[in-house]
């Protein structure tokens, strides 16, 4: 499935890593200093922070190899790994620590002991990071939509840099030298977001909304979010306010009962109207018509309230049918100088200052004329194809998902690119068919899902021989893979530009410009 598409499945909405094999509770969001000891530590579910062997750890002095679960280790930490962990290296096995940081020396408890790796709970911090600071979160250690908030903005821009260095020195054999440019971030790192997918559920008798904790199925309330639109904020609480007196039960999947499965809002950043959505498991919206007149009376910054229905048990958030119950069926959005128009299920970037400077890379990184043939493939709703259309010849995309393409259509023609068309399809199909037809493009562009490039794509761009390859990747891990397999196919990597998408999460996005020899 297209990236563009990955915000549809529960499994955390705010930043589509996912927690490996093993992983561990979080660890560490607060400075745990000596007289920090018994202030209580969300990281270690609530409980006095220990300052001495407990819970039947003890001190271990073995080898890597006899290492065991309960352990009590004693590890340096030297990085940040890909899910935000600290890593750090105990006898020669890598060990994963959530909440610890770079440069810490910290106690930990084993909790899983593999051949080549251990995980570990954080216990203790010996040597304080002056990198930690204290998360403005108050349910960042159960959320699990962040992970990096303990971290200054500084550092955690460094740290992505560093994921990006080593994913290609692992990855990127054929690569002597990875000619990275700094990073770019944001100058304020929060309230960011236009859009939350919230889950509904019970909490002392209160309808709440919030994420899954991390490798569970309860909720936890998120209120006053740090990195969402304040007004995304605002109506959300407002919103829960009026189904609980509205008695509208959320959707509970042990029982099959209730309504609300999750409330979706976004907003506009250009114009601030929000668009509202409710997903329900039921066609039938109880007290439907009260539920629009308070949300109405209570919300004007609201201009759609929809309802979305999905009746079927899956990991998809959205179900098939989208009804508009009162307002306008769009969302006007803009992105530069490019108009979008939103329906409740479309695609659009989650951080549009950000996204700006993504494409305004990629648009430097295509070299563009005014003669050349780009396609664009994964195209999404066609936003980076658009971004490009006005110093291209001709911009064609390709997608797989109808639904996006309609979008991509439909925006070029808000947006008045009449040299931009977008097709549905495989690009690994579709750009061959094109070359033998003789349109064979000048720039190619990318921008797969974390899994990375189809290999057949590869191999179909490496038979198009298009001058420029952009590549833009949120994996460093598979853009550094595919990378080599360019590198092999006669093509040189000239830069890599670090983004920083999602502030206060360990995920980095990064654009690569491969020309061809």
């Known amino acids: 499935m297209n990236k563009k598409n990955d915000h549809h499945h529960k499994p955390n909405p705010f930043n589509p890593t996912k927690r490996p094999a093993g992983g561990v509770e979080k660890a560490g969001a607060a400075p745990y200093q000596a007289a920090d000891r018994q202030r209580k530590s969300k990281r270690l579910g609530g409980k006095p922070f220990p300052s001495n062997q407990k819970n039947g750890s003890k001190p271990y002095g073995g080898t890597g190899e006899d290492v065991k679960p309960g352990d009590r280790i004693i590890v340096t930490i030297k990085r940040i790994g890909i899910n935000g962990e600290g890593v750090g290296y105990y006898k020669r096995k ?52 962040c992970q990096l908030q303990h971290m200054t903005y500084p550092a955690q821009l460094r740290a992505k840099e560093e994921l990006v260095r080593e994913a ?3 990855y990127t054999p054929a690569l002597k030298e990875l000619p990275m440019r700094p990073i770019l971030g944001m100058d304020n790192p929060w309230g960011y977001r236009n859009k939350a997918q919230l889950q509904a559920g ?60 999750t409330l979706v809002t976004r907003v506009g950043r250009q114009s601030g109207t929000v668009q509202l959505t409710l997903i329900t498991a039921t066609e039938q919206l109880p007290s439907r018509e009260a ?80 003669e050349e043939l780009v396609v664009d493939a994964y195209c999404g709703t066609g936003t980076i194809g658009l971004w490009l259309a006005p110093y291209a010849k001709q911009v064609r995309g390709i997608e ?9 259509r439909r925006n070029a023609r808000l947006s008045h690119a009449a040299n ?29 899902p974390r899994t990375g490039c189809d290999r057949r794509l590869l191999s179909a761009i490496a038979a198009a021989r298009p001058a420029r390859l952009v590549y833009v990747s949120c994996n460093p891990s598979t853009l550094a893979k595919d990378c080599q397999v360019l590198l092999e196919s006669g093509y040189r990597l000239a830069w890599a530009q670090p983004v920083d998408m999602f502030p206060q999460t360990s995920h980095v996005e990064c654009l690569i410009l491969m020309v061809l020899n």
């Open 168 to 170: 290609f020195s692992r």
């Open 420 to 448: 931009a068309e977008f097709y549905v399809g495989h690009a690994e199909t579709l750009l061959p068919e094109w070359v033998k037809r003789g349109i064979r493009p000048d720039v190619v562009v990318v921008d797969p």
């Open 202 to 261: 019970w909490q002392d008798e209160q309808l709440i909304t919030g994420l899954y904790s991390p490798g569970s199925h309860r909720v936890v309330d998120i209120s006053g979010c740090a990195v969402q639109d304040p007004a995304i904020n605002e109506v959300t609480d407002t919103v829960k306010a009026i189904l609980t007196r509205l008695n509208i039960a959320p959707y509970q999947e042990r029982t099959r009962q209730g309504t609300l499965r």
């Open 400 to 408: 797989l998902i109808p639904e996006a393409v309609e979008d991509a």
């Open 94 to 145: 890598a060990v994963f620590i959530d909440g610890a940081l770079p440069n810490e020396v910290v106690k930990a408890d084993v909790l899983k002991a593999e051949s080549n790796y251990i995980t570990a709970r954080l216990v203790d911090i010996e040597k304080r990071s002056p990198d930690r600071q204290q998360p403005p979160c108050p349910v960042y250690d159960a959320c699990g939509g």
């Open 291 to 370: 539920l629009i007149a308070a949300i109405r009376k209570e919300l004007p910054m609201v201009t759609t309230i929809a309802q979305n229905i999905n009746a079927t048990s899956t990991p998809l958030i959205f179900g098939e049918e989208t009804r508009v119950l009162w307002g306008s069926e769009h969302l006007d959005e803009q992105l530069g100088d490019l108009s979008f128009s939103l329906s409740p299920r479309a695609f659009f970037q989650l951080n549009p200052e950000q996204t700006v400077k993504l494409y305004n890379a990629a648009k430097e990184a295509a070299g563009l004329t005014g």
